[in-house]
């Protein structure tokens, strides 16, 4: 069956470095790849999307690579800020109508 | 335009009550969509609407659980006989058929059976 994993213990880094988020799935091969951010008690808010034909996107602090050969999207956050503490989901959408969500990365961005 | 609203935001009930969540999507947007969230895990599909068609459900939507989305603009998702393990986040998205693929989530309807 289908799996998307993301690991589930928390990442605590210090303020200005990079964050490294990381998503495996297994079993199916998406067309592209979304990456959203959930903060406690509200709803998820999408930050990028990154198609199969795509290496790399980037999005102002933020950069998602999709490597479809290891089923691998990686998540970066370069000179992280404690506002950027918050829990990260991924979710490979694969030619189905409704979007499959990873189990989240908790951030913490400490100064 | 608000973007997508759910309401109530929190809910306490008893165990056996019966309890309804209402979702307005954002105007433009004909799908929407149901999921479900516990602490610790990412958002559950559970249902999808495609304007007031109801095109697929998930095998956790019991047949406690009813979605309907009559006019093809808002939704409603009722548990009938509440049981503690359906205390979750119960949260709404919508997106356009022809869209980017970005769903928009509202803030979610937090139930809490007791």
Redesign the interface.
């Known amino acids: 069956s289908q799996k ?1 994993e ?1 690991n ?1 213990e928390a990442l605590n880094i210090q303020e200005g470095k990079t964050a490294t988020l990381t998503c495996n799935y297994t079993n199916y091969s998406p067309a ?1 790849l ?1 990456w ?1 951010r959930q903060d406690p ?6 930050l990028l ?1 990154i198609r199969e034909n795509e290496k790399e996107k980037r999005k102002e602090r933020l950069k998602v690579t999709f490597d479809t050969t290891l089923k691998q999207s990686l998540f970066h956050i370069t000179a992280s800020q404690p506002a950027d503490s918050a829990t990260y ?1 991924c979710a490979p ?1 694969a030619n189905t ?8 990365t908790r951030l913490q961005v400490f100064p | 335009d608000t973007g ?1 609203s759910q309401d109530p935001r929190h809910k306490i009930t008893k165990r056996g009550q019966n309890v309804t969540f209402r979702c307005d999507p954002i105007s433009e947007h004909n ?1 929407l ?1 149901w ?1 479900r969230q516990t602490l ?6 559970l249902t ?1 609407f ?1 304007n007031e068609a109801q ?2 459900k998930s095998r956790l939507l019991s047949d406690r659980f009813s979605a309907e989305r009559p006019k093809g603009s808002f939704s409603t998702l009722e548990i009938q006989r509440t049981e503690q393990g359906d205390s979750a ?1 119960y ?1 709404c ?1 919508s997106d356009a058929l022809q869209g ?9 309807s ?1 139930l809490t059976v007791l």
Not at chain 1, 41 to 46: D, M
Not at chain 2, 100 to 108: A, I, K, S
């Open positions: 998307i993301q589930s592209y979304q959203y008690g509200r709803g998820p808010v999408f999307l989901l959408w109508d409704k979007l499959i969500f990873g189990t989240g | 997508v799908r969509y999921y610790g895990q990412g958002p559950e599909f999808y495609q095109l697929e986040m949260l998205a980017t693929g970005e769903l928009f989530f509202g803030e979610g937090r």
